[in-house]
């Protein structure tokens, strides 16, 4: 049976990318995990590799064509001569619609949701839990929260303002924003609460890490992030959220890190971080930051945050209330020091968690590890 190759997501944002060409032909014999081109959006370029060895049957899209993520972009067979599928009057949604490629936890989602399967854009050609829901944070309040029975809540529309003005479009970040904004607004309950620290161990420490590992700069803020996740390991359910009126601990430690990269905001992705010791730790976040700054993150690296750090040290201020990612439920705040002291604080969501909870995650935080 002939396998489909889906148009990846680069980025949480775009919907659609333009195919760059192929560097096979049709007929071509192909490796598992060889590269078959490339596709890209305004900012990256990410290559489209072979999931399985097989002949190339054909393309669907062709070069500086436009796509929807989650199409089919060309065909795979175990032999030469296999025949390509008939395609739906939609392939612009062909990636998402079979229930083979639906998995059964996101068909539960879907029904609760009242969503149809082929309104949710694949990940990696299969509609999972995790495509669901960032189908539904992405919607922007147009999918409301469920109600008893399954059916959707139907949100009030905005009149708008009556005042003379101009509608400018919203650029691919700042729709993210608006996305993330929006979750944060109708599912969260947020709270936030912070402490004030003595910032001399922390960077004591960072120093110390510094001259040990020959790094060129004071890692302080990725070691504050490592802190983060080995609290976690001691305090599961802040890596968590709520779901169905149940808490939802995640299984890996998928840490957002937030990067101002020009004029976009980016939650940059290190995930299954709690398998990383501290120095890969280190070096893996400035790696994604890095690409982050140079708007190429890939997709792995733009979604499935499970927990998040946020600093607006580089802009000296003191004190911030960061919004919650979707499906998260703590957020870390670090800030500028000041005469040695300094604010660091937490936005959590107060249906997983509790005021005592955050103080005690915030203490060890605060608190950098001993010097071996």
């Known amino acids: 049976m002939a396998t489909p190759v889906y148009v990846p997501r680069i980025n949480n944002n ?64 175990k032999t030469a001569e296999e025949e390509i599928p008939e395609m739906k009057a939609d392939p612009g949604h062909d990636g998402a619609g079979g229930a083979s490629q639906t998995t059964a936890k996101a068909r539960l989602l879907l029904a609760r949701h009242g969503l149809s399967v082929d309104a949710v854009p694949p990940i990696n050609g299969r509609v999972t839990v995790e495509a669901v829901e960032r189908y539904l944070a992405e919607s922007g309040g147009k999918v409301g929260a469920p109600r008893r029975g399954g059916e959707a809540a139907v949100q009030p529309l905005d009149p708008g303002p009556n005042v003379a003005g101009s509608v400018v479009e919203l650029t691919r970040e700042e ?46 803020l990725p070691l504050m992030a490592w802190r983060l996740i080995q609290v976690v390991k001691e305090m599961p359910r802040i890596n968590a959220t709520f779901v169905h009126g149940k808490r939802y601990e995640y ?65 000296k201020v003191t004190r911030h209330v960061p919004i919650l990612p979707p499906h998260t439920s703590f957020m870390v705040a670090h800030a500028a020091g000041h005469a040695g002291k300094a604010v660091l604080g937490a936005s959590y969501d107060h ?10 995650a915030l203490k060890k935080i605060a608190t950098p590890p001993k010097h071996q």
């Open 175 to 220: 729709k993210g924003m608006a996305s993330t904004v929006s979750w944060h607004r109708d599912f969260a309950v947020p709270g936030y609460i912070e402490i004030e620290y003595d910032t001399a161990p922390w960077v004591e420490y960072a120093k110390f890490f510094q001259e040990q590992k020959g790094l060129l700069m004071p890692p302080l």
């Open 251 to 315: 299984q890996p430690v998928n840490l957002g890190f937030t990067i101002q990269a020009g004029e976009a905001l980016y939650l940059a992705v290190v995930r299954e971080s709690q398998q990383l010791d501290e120095l890969a730790f280190v070096n893996g976040l400035g790696d994604v930051l890095r690409r982050a700054a140079g708007h190429n993150l890939r997709e792995s690296e733009t979604s499935g945050a499970t927990i998040g750090f946020s600093s607006m040290e580089r802009w």
């Open 351 to 360: 249906r997983v968690l509790n005021g005592g909870q955050v103080v005690s």
């Open 14 to 77: 775009d919907d659609e990318v333009k195919i760059l060409g192929f560097e096979v032909v049709k007929g071509a014999k192909v490796s598992a995990d060889q590269i078959l081109g490339q596709i890209e959006t305004d900012k990256a370029v990410m290559d489209v590799t072979a999931p399985e060895a097989g002949y190339l049957l054909g393309f669907v899209g062709q070069p500086e064509e436009v796509v929807k993520v989650g199409s089919v972009l060309l065909w795979i067979g």
